[in-house]
C-alpha cells in the first residue's frame, strides 16, 4: 500500500486521530491508539496471525490490521463522515480479525464478541461498542453486509489488502492460488474520489507471476462486497488492474 496520503490515496500507518470531547462528561474517550497499545489486543492480534500461519493462510497480523483501520478511517474521513465515527471504524478494523484466534470459521462473530469484552473493560460506552461489534461481525464476505458506515468502510478497508507482502513463503505460489495472486500484486492503492463519489481499487499485477483471471477467480466475493460496501456510502466501486479500469 502507498507511504504517503494525498487528498485522495489511502495510506499505511497509524490513523493519526485526534481526539474528540468524550460524549459523556468526565469518561474517558477510548481511542484508537489505546486500543492498539492494549496489551490484551496484541496478545489476541498476533494469537490470531499465529493459528493462521500454522493452517496456511497469508498474513492476518498487525500489518493487516493496522492498514485495514487507517483506511477504514481515512476513508469516512474523506467522504465528510464526523471524526468519532471514522475513529470507531479504525478500531473496529483493528481488531476485525482477532476471532481467527478461535477459528478461521465465524471468525468475525467469535470476534465481535472477543471485542466486545475488551473494549467493556476499557469502558467503551455501549452505544459505540454496538457499532464496533456490528462491523467486525460483518466484515467477511461469506456472511456479512455493510449495515452501517462504519461496517462498510471496514469492509473496503479489508477487502483492499491485496500485496506481495502477504505472502509468508513465496514458493508455495507455485502451489497456493491464493499466495500467488496475492504475490504477483506489487502495489495497491483504494482510491476514494470524494468529488466523484468515486472508490477505486488501484491495483499493479505482474502477469508473469499470476493473470488477471486468477484474481477473478478467487476474490470475485470479495469485490463484491466491496461494490455493496460502497453503494451503501453513496458511492461507486471499480476496480484497475495496470492501468485498465474492469469495472
Do not use: C, W
Request: aromatic share 6%; net charge neutral; hydrophobic share 40%.
Amino acid at each position: 500500500m502507498p507511504s504517503r496520503t494525498s487528498s485522495s490515496r489511502l495510506a499505511t500507518g497509524s490513523p493519526g486521530i485526534s481526539a474528540p470531547a468524550p460524549s459523556t462528561p468526565g469518561a474517558p474517550l477510548i481511542t484508537f491508539d489505546r486500543v492498539r497499545d492494549d496489551a490484551r489486543v496484541k496478545v489476541f492480534v498476533r494469537g490470531a496471525d499465529q493459528a493462521l500461519a500454522e493452517i496456511g493462510y497469508t498474513e492476518h497480523g498487525e500489518r493487516h490490521v493496522g492498514l485495514v483501520a487507517h483506511i477504514a478511517y481515512n476513508t469516512l474521513k474523506r467522504l465528510g463522515h464526523p471524526e468519532r465515527e471514522a475513529e470507531l471504524a479504525a478500531i473496529a478494523g483493528y481488531l476485525h480479525d482477532m476471532g481467527n484466534a478461535v477459528n478461521r470459521e465465524q471468525h468475525a462473530q467469535t470476534g465481535a464478541v472477543m471485542a466486545m469484552q475488551i473494549l467493556t473493560a476499557m469502558g467503551m460506552p455501549d452505544l459505540e461498542i454496538v457499532s464496533v461489534m456490528g462491523a467486525i461481525g460483518n466484515h467477511h464476505e461469506n456472511d456479512g453486509a455493510a449495515i452501517s458506515p462504519i461496517a462498510a468502510a471496514v469492509i473496503l478497508a479489508d477487502k483492499s489488502d491485496v500485496h506481495r507482502t502477504r505472502v509468508r513463503n513465496p514458493e508455495m505460489i507455485k502451489f497456493d492460488i491464493h499466495d500467488r495472486v496475492n504475490y504477483a500484486v506489487q502495489k495497491s492503492f483504494l482510491n476514494v474520489d470524494e468529488s466523484k463519489k468515486e472508490i477505486t481499487l488501484e491495483l499493479t499485477l505482474d502477469p508473469a507471476i499470476s493473470q488477471v483471471m486468477e484474481y477473478f477467480e478467487i476474490f470475485m466475493t470479495r469485490m463484491l462486497a466491496a461494490r455493496k460496501a460502497a453503494t451503501y456510502l453513496g458511492t461507486s466501486f471499480g476496480l484497475k488492474v495496470n492501468g485498465n479500469r474492469l469495472t
